[in-house]
C-alpha cells in the first residue's frame, strides 16, 4: 500500500473509536502485517490497515482492505467472465420478431 492511499484512507475514515470488546480502551488506525490461509499455504500481507485498542489490544481489520485481499487471493480474478448462452426456441414454437419499423 503507497503512502498515498494511505493518506487517503486516513481522510475518509475516524482515527479513532471507542473499543466495543473492553468498552474502555480506543481503536487507532494502525499498519499490521495480515496472516490468513488460502487452502493449505500461509498467506501474509504486511502493511495491513487494522484498528486496534490501545488497552485490550483487540483488533479489528479496515472492511475495505479486506475486501480488496479478497478480490485478490479469488482463483478467478482477472479471468473474462463465462459467456451466457442463450436458449434457442424449440423448432414447433413460434417466434415473434420486431422489426425496427415496429418500434415506437
Known sequence: MTTKSKANMAEETPSSYPCRECQAGVLHMRYLTYFTWLDEELISVPNFPAWVCDLCGRREYDGRAIAWLTTMLNPDAGKPAPA??????LKDEPRETIRPTQLK
Open 84 to 89: 451466457s448462452r442463450r436458449i434457442r426456441p
